[in-house]
């Protein structure tokens, strides 16, 4: 068992089953054996893949949007560039090397990392001494300074922690994770039980609150919710806009897509905590009505493919393959049919912008 695994343990045994949110956060965010505290989980040799390293293209579209939004701004100078969970720093690399190519974005860029891992920072340190623009990191939104900014994200809320619920037959009560019964002893697992008491149901949105047949869970994402509000809050306040890329739905329902993934397999959620990455599919709906509450309007969500295209990914890789060998032009195929194909990630995963009232961006600005 690992270190992160007693130290749960001793939480349980102390205070009693803890929320399927306490559990992600410790498995994820604990200061010293958090999954992504101590390692860069990203890549082949890694546990999983993300858009902006399979190919160059996907950053390059994110930075000509970034370059075509600041335009529409009115070229604001300084203009907050912020990336919220940046893994490697690859997008934003990508990314300001296209945008570059509009003049005079270079000087008006101040660089945000948002990134709590130490060790993630260090590869976005690395990765972006290329750019010759060297980032502010924070460690939570609210730290970036004031002014007008465009705020990126790519699948940052599906690593953030939920509370599912359970409907029961008398109402919802909150998933747990306890300890097992192994016979009287301490237990040697975790697993999942109820919270006693009912929940005040009003956290389950009213057209699944009735529904719901027992056993459905719900999946309730306060803290993306309220990282949400914040970034829409500035949005709205500073000028600017805010662009995601996730996995997820586009409205809300019932269904557990809590999964732990290890070595790019899926893995049991409860068995190695601090050692497998936790994710989930993310509830746009919820997302939007967060953004909506700060006063912001919100475009999308629309099918990643679909998005990448309007912004002319087709051109780009074109472009690209005029100067490349017939074993690279293989690759760029490969890597925009699995970031556009609706059987690769052009479906599941969906994008949303984030604007003041009124104010359009790219592709939904034609
Ligand atoms: C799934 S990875 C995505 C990385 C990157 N955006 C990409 O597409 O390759 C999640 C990222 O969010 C960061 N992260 C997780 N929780 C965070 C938090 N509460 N605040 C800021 N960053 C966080 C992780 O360290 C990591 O950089």
């Given at each position: 068992?690992?270190?992160?695994?007693?130290?749960i343990k001793?939480e349980i045994t102390?205070d009693g089953p803890i929320?399927?949110?306490?559990?992600?956060?410790?498995?994820?965010?604990?200061?010293?054996?958090?999954?992504?505290?101590?390692?860069?989980?990203?890549?082949?040799?890694?546990?999983?893949?993300?858009?902006?390293?399979?190919?160059?293209?996907?950053?390059?579209?994110?930075?000509?949007?970034?370059?075509?939004?600041?335009?529409?701004?009115?070229?604001?100078?300084?203009?907050?560039?912020?990336?919220?969970?940046?893994?490697?720093?690859?997008?934003?690399?990508?990314?300001?090397?296209?945008?570059?190519?509009?003049?005079?974005?270079?000087?008006?860029?101040?660089?945000?990392?948002?990134?709590?891992?130490?060790?993630?920072?260090?590869?976005?340190?690395?990765?972006?001494?290329?750019?010759?623009?060297?980032?502010?990191?924070?460690?939570?939104?609210?730290?970036?300074?004031?002014?007008?900014?465009?705020?990126?994200?790519?699948?940052?809320?599906?690593?953030?922690?939920?509370?599912?619920?359970?409907?029961?037959?008398?109402?919802?009560?909150?998933?747990?994770?306890g300890l097992?019964?192994?016979?009287?002893?301490?237990?040697?697992?975790?697993?999942?039980?109820?919270?006693?008491?009912?929940?005040?149901?009003?956290?389950?949105?009213?057209?699944?609150?009735?529904?719901?047949?027992?056993?459905?869970?719900?999946?309730?994402?306060?803290?993306?919710?309220?990282?949400?509000?914040?970034?829409?809050?500035?949005?709205?306040?500073?000028?600017?806009?805010?662009?995601?890329?996730?996995?997820?739905?586009?409205?809300?329902?019932?269904?557990?897509?809590?999964?732990?993934?290890?070595?790019?397999?899926?893995?049991?959620?409860?068995?190695?905590?601090?050692?497998?990455?936790?994710?989930?599919?993310?509830?746009?709906?919820?997302?939007?009505?967060?953004?909506?509450?700060?006063?912001?309007?919100?475009?999308?969500?629309?099918?990643?493919?679909?998005?990448?295209?309007?912004?002319?990914?087709?051109?780009?890789?074109?472009?690209?393959?005029?100067?490349?060998?017939?074993?690279?032009?293989?690759?760029?195929?490969?890597?925009?049919?699995?970031?556009?194909?609706?059987?690769?990630?052009?479906?599941?995963?969906?994008?949303?912008?984030?604007?003041?009232?009124?104010?359009?961006?790219?592709?939904?600005?034609?």
């Amino acid at each position: 068992m690992s270190d992160l695994f007693d130290i749960i343990k001793a939480e349980i045994t102390a205070d009693g089953p803890i929320s399927v949110a306490r559990y992600m956060d410790l498995a994820l965010a604990h200061p010293e054996h958090g999954y992504y505290k101590k390692q860069d989980p990203l890549g082949e040799d890694g546990d999983f893949t993300t858009a902006p390293e399979i190919s160059q293209m996907f950053g390059e579209m994110v930075g000509l949007w970034a370059a075509v939004v600041w335009q529409a701004m009115g070229q604001p100078d300084p203009l907050n560039v912020v990336e919220v969970g940046p893994g490697r720093g690859t997008l934003m690399a990508d990314a300001l090397r296209a945008a570059y190519a509009m003049d005079d974005f270079d000087d008006a860029v101040r660089l945000w990392m948002v990134e709590t891992s130490p060790a993630l920072r260090a590869k976005q340190k690395a990765t972006l001494a290329q750019t010759l623009m060297m980032p502010a990191w924070r460690d939570r939104f609210e730290e970036v300074g004031s002014g007008p900014l465009v705020v990126i994200g790519n699948e940052f809320f599906d690593a953030l922690p939920v509370h599912q619920y359970e409907r029961c037959d008398d109402g919802w009560r909150e998933r747990l994770v306890g300890l097992n019964d192994d016979g009287g002893k301490d237990g040697d697992k975790f697993e999942y039980c109820l919270s006693e008491q009912l929940i005040d149901s009003c956290v389950i949105p009213q057209d699944l609150r009735n529904s719901t047949p027992p056993g459905g869970i719900f999946e309730h994402q306060p803290v993306s919710a309220e990282i949400m509000r914040q970034i829409a809050k500035r949005v709205v306040e500073h000028g600017g806009a805010a662009l995601f890329f996730d996995y997820g739905h586009g409205k809300h329902g019932i269904g557990e897509t809590l999964q732990a993934v290890k070595g790019h397999a899926f893995s049991d959620v409860l068995a190695n905590p601090g050692n497998a990455d936790l994710t989930t599919h993310v509830d746009f709906e919820q997302l939007m009505i967060a953004a909506r509450e700060a006063g912001a309007e919100v475009l999308g969500p629309v099918p990643q493919g679909a998005f990448l295209e309007r912004l002319g990914m087709r051109q780009r890789a074109d472009t690209l393959m005029m100067n490349a060998s017939q074993e690279q032009m293989a690759e760029i195929d490969a890597a925009y049919a699995r970031l556009t194909d609706a059987d690769q990630m052009g479906t599941l995963f969906k994008v949303i912008a984030v604007v003041p009232p009124g104010f359009d961006v790219p592709p939904w600005a034609e």
